[in-house]
């Protein structure tokens, strides 16, 4: 895939190319661009460049979707490992995401 510039309120944050992996079932995604913005209305743009003409340069991959996620205040939340028997201690919490593994 031709690479693809991505800004935000007209200032540069990353170019992106030859990324073909992921199909319609497993989207392949990006390690994130962490960006500081302030509150308020901005704009983020994304323009391919121009193609050179070697081989897959001219590919028609698709930017499926981009995801916009909040930073938190300090440290990340800590992984959370509940005993199955506990599994009440989870109750009436939010949270990201929950997985049931064996041990």
């Known amino acids: ?26 989207k392949n995604t990006l390690t994130p661009l962490p ?7 901005h ?6 460049t121009s193609s050179i003409l070697a081989p897959g340069d001219g590919g028609s991959a698709i930017l499926y979707a981009m995801f916009l996620t909040p930073a938190r205040a300090g440290a990340q939340d800590p992984l959370r490992v509940v005993a199955p028997g ?18």
């Open 35 to 41: 960006v500081s913005v302030s509150a308020g209305p």
């Open 86 to 103: 506990r599994w009440h201690s989870l109750c009436g919490r939010s949270y990201d995401w929950i997985e049931v593994v064996r041990s």
């Open 43 to 48: 704009r983020v743009s994304l323009s391919r």
């Open 1 to 26: 895939m031709p690479a693809l510039r991505v800004s935000l309120d007209e200032r540069p944050l990353a170019s992106i190319g030859a990324q073909l992996g992921g199909n319609s079932v497993v």
